[in-house]
């Protein structure tokens, strides 16, 4: 498909989604949720239809070289469908916020003045390898009553199409247009440079994959973007934190698992709680084989004789420890004087997605929550909650660290925008 086709195939898929939205915007909230249930049906119906085109991308992606992490995303399990399907069913079950009115007040020239929650309208998601996320946009879009365009990775192109048919048939099912989701049908990647660049026909774009990815599209984009590009997270263990919740939170929050940007990649130890702390969680890591990277307080403690078993890794952190992303058994330490050193810290290497403080003192939980500049800010949890299902967003189209709009995890409400109404009864300004 050439550059010129490419650029017809993607108005085209503007005018559609644009017209989509219009229609979606004025949905009853049992016509959504009918939608919903009949994916969620369609989605365990089609396990077996489904098989042939995920295995297509699968044996592609093993014949190039793809590392086992990644293929193993591209599979479409049963466990996998299951899961989707029950977040469809999860987001029926929700209330529409589609419409709802906030902050009604009566004015002194007589008019009432509030805002009411309403679809955004168009957005756009790029993703890579994983095809559930098309069930997962195209659910929050149908509740959300938005039109979407959907560009996956090309990894991902079978299994992709088969599953936007069966949204397009579940939307055909309620009487909702087919064109509310549509999967963009080409891997060429002057597509995604379309779909950025169509303020016309896209209200928002929304990236979700590496940081590559995301940085080229905040780059490029001629329209809003909602993003987050690192997930450098932090625990701090604060000087009255109880031993054995902070232990669990920071085991929990590093090693429940590597990959997610929502794993804690920094900890923080309040100096008086280091000789007792770093001991307990330093062989915890030894024995799932984390290396930690210190800084010279933290190095001393945990490299005593005797105290960490042979083969444990501590090595001298360096500058740029403080501020990256691992996504590995990887883990940088740093002992800090107390809660005004450590989210000093934090405020300067962080990624502001998720820090999170353990501790007993009410003051400087208050404080860690007010002056800690980060989308999600916690007291004795794991950074691992940070997620639209943990949080009761039903689901969520990705995490954004951006300011305006939408932060933290985006669900529903992330994908609405605010308007003004006013109600009178004939009042004129004077």
Known sequence: MNAFNVNEYMQTLGMQAKAAAARMAKASAATKSQALRALARRLRESAEALAPANARDVERAQAAGLSAPLVDRLKLSPKALETVALGCEQLAAMPDVIGEVIGMRQQPSGIRVGQM??????????????????????????????????????EAIESNKALAALVGEALAEAGLPVEAVQLVQTTDREA????????????????????????????EAKVPVIKHLDGNCHVYVDDTAELDMAVRIVDNA?????????????????????????????AIFA???????????????????????????????????????YLAAVISIKVVADVDEAIAHINRYSSHHTDAIVTRDHLHAQRFLREVDSASVMVNASTRFADGFEFGLGAEIGISTDKFHARGPVGIEGLTSLKYVVLGQGEVRT
């Open 117 to 154: 929650r309403v679809p955004i309208g168009v957005f756009g998601m790029i993703y890579e390898s994983r095809p559930n996320v098309t069930i997962e946009a195209a659910s929050l879009a149908i509740k959300s009553g938005n039109a979407a365009i959907l560009r996956g990775g090309s």
């Open 287 to 325: 024995a799932k084989g984390v290396e930690m990277r210190c800084d010279p307080a933290a190095a001393r403690i945990l490299r005593a004789e005797g105290l960490l078993p042979a083969g444990a890794k501590v090595v001298d952190a360096e500058e740029s420890d403080w501020s990256e992303e």
């Open 254 to 282: 590093k090693t429940q698992k590597y990959s997610p940007c929502n794993a804690a990649e920094g900890l923080l130890v309040a100096a008086s709680m280091a000789e007792s702390f770093l001991p307990e969680i330093g």
């Open 192 to 219: 995604v440079g379309r779909l950025i660049a169509m303020p016309d026909f896209v209200d928002v774009v929304i990236p979700r994959g590496g940081k590559g990815l995301i940085e080229r599209i905040s780059r």
